[in-house]
């Protein structure tokens, strides 16, 4: 099978040409040889959305990413990104920026002349969005040093801002925050949430941080054996629902299992468990009070993408 390969002729902004989600896919699938990397995944990613995709070395991600972006043609399922088909065999394939894990740059050459070439090529933006854009994510525009001293951080930043700089309506981050200190981390963070809150671009994003990706994404699509096995919305009523109950003596876990205010979900240890809660919390602890329960501590479980990611793994 022929791969499809990137159309850098396209000479307008793809943003305006969109309706509905962005990305919009559906039983892909992909086989080399004897061996399925990919079967039966399901996605959608739409304008001023964030959806993280995670899951173990070999899970299956890169090859969707590959799909996703044009660079590769499922070998089963359909659907559309940025309105076109993923299953076509002729035609452009719509721009979007791509933030990969190793970025390739012109070594010898700063960052503003390497974002200068790179936007030229398809020139819809002109070479004063080099220092706006290099500005944004955090690089000095006037820096002359070449690429080539570049730390990997700094690298990230630059790979960032070439995808960002045509603002694309869709962009794909491929573990954007790999080799960040965590202050670069923390700004990152930021970054992603202003591209979908303020730009209303739509972002894939992968990364094996959990935290972050439970911090930043609206939707995180759980990969694993490259089936999608889960996906997971931080801070659905489900999450925001289960807490985590420390109690003073073993005896007080079966008083509290007779609560009908809430309901244990899993023990951690002799004197703590994980509780779902099906009244507010307030009433939950009068009820636990009155039962003669020995409360330690309540508090909400701040794990909930680890655990469904361990559910999801089987691990």
Do not use: W
Not at 44 to 55: A, H, N, S, Y
Not at 90 to 118: S, Y
């Amino acid at each position: 099978m022929n791969e499809t390969i990137f159309d850098t002729t396209t000479s307008v902004p793809e943003r305006s040409k969109v309706a509905g989600p962005l990305i919009d896919v559906r039983g892909v699938g992909k086989i080399y040889g004897s061996t399925t990397v990919l079967e039966d995944v399901a996605m959608t990613v739409r304008p001023g959305e964030v959806v993280g995709l995670v899951g173990p070395n070999g899970a299956g991600k890169t090859t969707l990413i590959r799909i996703l972006s044009g660079m590769s043609r499922p070998s089963r399922g359909e659907g559309t990104v940025l309105g076109r088909d993923i299953t076509a065999t002729t035609g452009r394939v719509p721009f979007m920026g791509l933030m990969v894990e190793r970025p390739m740059f012109i070594e010898t050459l700063n960052a503003r002349r390497n974002l200068e070439l790179l936007f030229s090529i398809r020139g819809v933006v002109d070479g004063s969005t080099a220092c706006d854009v290099l500005e944004r994510v955090g690089l000095d525009p006037s820096e002359r040093k070449a690429v080539r001293t570049y730390s990997l951080g700094m690298r990230q930043r630059l790979s960032l801002a070439q995808a960002i700089g045509e603002r694309p309506a869709l962009v794909v981050l491929d573990e954007p925050t790999n080799g960040l200190d965590p202050l670069g981390i923390v700004e990152m963070r930021g970054l992603v949430r202003e591209l979908a809150d303020r730009d209303g671009m739509g972002v894939l994003l992968t990364s094996h941080l959990l935290a972050e990706v439970e911090a930043v994404c609206d939707r995180v699509v759980l990969m694993h054996g490259g089936r999608a096995r889960r996906v997971y919305a931080p801070g659905d009523a489900d999450s925001r629902s289960t807490m985590v109950l420390e109690v003073a003596e073993p005896s007080d876990i079966e008083r509290a299992a007779c609560i009908t205010a809430l309901e244990v979900i899993g023990r951690e240890g002799p004197l703590r468990m994980r509780v779902k809660v099906h009244e507010c919390v307030p009433d939950v602890i009068r009820a636990l009070v009155g039962a003669g329960v020995g409360i330690e501590a309540i508090y909400r479980d701040g794990n909930g993408l680890e655990r469904a990611y361990m559910e999801a793994v089987g691990e």
